[in-house]
T-cell receptor
Framework: DAGVIQSPRHEVTEMGQEVTLRCKPISGHDYLFWYRQTMMRGLELLIYFNNNVPIDDSGMPEDRFSAKMPNASFSTLKIQPSEPRDSAVYFC??????????FGQGTRLTVV | TQLLEQSPQFLSIQEGENLTVYCNSSSVFSSLQWYRQEPGEGPVLLVTVVTGGEVKKLKRLTFQFGDARKDSSLHITAAQPGDTGLYLCAGLTGTASKLTFGTGTRLQVTL
């Protein structure tokens, strides 16, 4: 398996634009997590899914953030409209019953 | 909110030195994991400890889970430049698969 695949690796966008981050989890994993990492706040859990169903979205900072998982092999995290304070590295991770989280390489988002 | 505080935040040492990183919480965790993250990459799991008092060794790394399952430590013997990175502890509670990550310890090992 190729591991968790995220795209794009880097995204630079202007304030107010819509940003969509994409994630393909490891096949067979039934949990998918979206994290945000900044120097100030560390690694924060935004939302996680189990069997494509959102279980806990209490970490989603505002209504500007939304996440979907239409099937077991694809998830998106959307920010609309984006703001400079959303600049961070966004990670997607997946896991199975073993609870080891496998992380993607992340998307570095810069909002100018 | 379950907080995991790590100390120290930053550590810069020379090759061959020993070090210990601490992960503390007021919450009880069913298991605790340690990850290492290198620049430009996602965190990678090093170990999972489950039983209070458990000690696990991974080459020069020794991990311990506190008796009350609220804290953990990572000890590195004879650090090498390849150990450089961000070390993160992560706690798991109950049956949920939701990991709460610690604040992180950034380690720099120089020649």
């Amino acid at each position: 398996d190729a591991g968790v695949i995220q795209s794009p690796r880097h995204e630079v966008t202007e304030m107010g634009q819509e940003v969509t981050l994409r994630c393909k989890p490891i096949s067979g994993h039934d949990y998918l997590f979206w994290y945000r990492q900044t120097m100030m706040r560390g690694l924060e859990l935004l939302i996680y899914f189990n069997n494509n169903v959102p279980i806990d979205d209490s970490g989603m900072p505002e209504d500007r953030f939304s996440a979907k998982m239409p099937n077991a092999s694809f998830s998106t995290l959307k920010i609309q409209p984006s703001e400079p304070r959303d600049s961070a590295v966004y990670f997607c991770a997946s896991s199975s019953w073993t609870v080891e989280a496998f992380f993607g390489q992340g998307t570095r988002l810069t909002v100018v | 909110t379950q907080l995991l505080e790590q100390s120290p935040q930053f550590l810069s040492i020379q090759e061959g030195e020993n070090l210990t990183v601490y992960c503390n919480s007021s919450s009880v965790f069913s298991s605790l994991q340690w990850y290492r993250q290198e620049p430009g990459e996602g965190p990678v799991l090093l170990v999972t400890v489950v039983t209070g008092g458990e000690v696990k060794k991974l080459k020069r790394l020794t991990f311990q889970f506190g008796d009350a399952r609220k804290d953990s430590s990572l000890h590195i013997t004879a650090a090498q430049p390849g150990d450089t990175g961000l070390y993160l502890c992560a706690g798991l509670t109950g049956t949920a698969s939701k990991l709460t990550f610690g604040t992180g310890t950034r380690l720099q090992v120089t020649l």
